[in-house]
């Protein structure tokens, strides 16, 4: 297996951590990137720094801001200027958000848009240059069974998000499959252990509007328990990062456009398959069967 150079976006926690983790450990060279390394995610940045003392590792913690496309332009100049190139970009960064729809003001909701889509362009923008000047390259995006799964309430916000993030990479893999550069959407389930996803979700500032809805208290007190029921114990992100870093080791022209990582069967599975499907043969009958595979048209 190559060594690849990888940009991991959110790598501050959960999946994103401890993919960069695992990616490292694999003998990859890994840019764990966050935001504020000498501030508030100091202790993270260290931790992630002294683990790469200790067992060796190529783990490198860096600033990237998704909110500032100055912060990702520089990161992905700071990698290309330090190992000669970029192999391998992992978007991963996001905020979950749980409360009433109808409480939260169009502003809250940018915010949620912001870092869950918005973000992911900002790196789009910093790193392709790149990527399209070497003609190969992998963009792997974290998507969430949300998009196509069932799932509770209250996440709308998130949902719509993730929803949009997914979608943009899809269009996205046809547009840049000419210059070789390949795509990978992983798509967890939930995960209520080993994340600080909903411990830190964020809640609707217009707290009289959410108070609206108290006849529902007993449905989102429970969303995190009810999905915590049902995931079996062996289920924890490290099985997310397990499979992004085999996907990563596949030769190029192997990775699959699709990954779907679901210990609760929320049906994503079973309605990306089908999708999936439909989009290749659509695809195909619209005469661009040759963007659905990476490859340099010369």
Excluded: C
């Amino acid at each position: 297996m190559g060594r690849n150079v990888i940009l991991v976006t959110g790598a501050g926690t959960g999946i994103g951590k401890l993919t960069a983790q695992s990616l490292a450990e694999a003998g990859h060279i890994v840019y764990a990137t966050m935001r504020d390394v000498d501030g508030r995610n100091k202790p993270r940045a260290d931790a992630l720094r002294a683990l790469a003392d200790t067992q060796n590792l190529q783990l490198h913690p860096l600033e990237l801001d998704v909110l500032s496309q100055d912060s990702a332009d520089a990161a992905a100049a700071t990698i290309v200027r330090e190992q000669g190139r970029l192999d391998a970009v992992m978007q991963n960064a996001g905020h979950l958000v749980l409360g009433p729809t109808e409480a939260f003001t169009p502003e809250e909701m940018m915010k949620v848009f912001d870092t869950n889509l918005f973000g992911a362009q900002r790196v789009n923008r910093a790193v392709l240059p790149y990527l399209r000047q070497q003609e190969a390259g992998l963009m792997l995006w974290v998507s969430s069974s949300t998009t196509k799964g069932g799932f509770p309430p209250f996440l709308g916000p998130y949902g719509a998000a993730k929803a949009a993030m997914d979608s943009l990479a899809v269009t996205l893999a046809y547009e840049i499959a000419r210059f070789g550069i390949e795509t990978s959407i992983v798509v967890p389930g939930a995960f209520t252990r080993g994340t600080e996803h909903f411990p830190s979700a964020g809640k609707p500032a217009d707290t009289e509007r959410a108070a609206a809805y108290a006849r529902y208290d007993g449905v989102m007190d429970r969303i995190g328990e009810r999905l915590s029921e049902l995931t079996p114990d062996e289920a924890t992100p490290q099985a997310v990062a397990d499979e992004i870093v085999r996907i990563v080791a596949l030769p190029s022209g192997e990775r699959p456009m699709r990954w779907v990582i679901d210990f609760v069967g929320d049906g994503a599975r079973e309605v990306l398959e089908v999708s999936e499907r439909m989009r290749i043969e659509f695809a195909r009958r619209m005469g661009m069967g040759d963007l659905l595979e990476a490859r340099v048209k010369r």
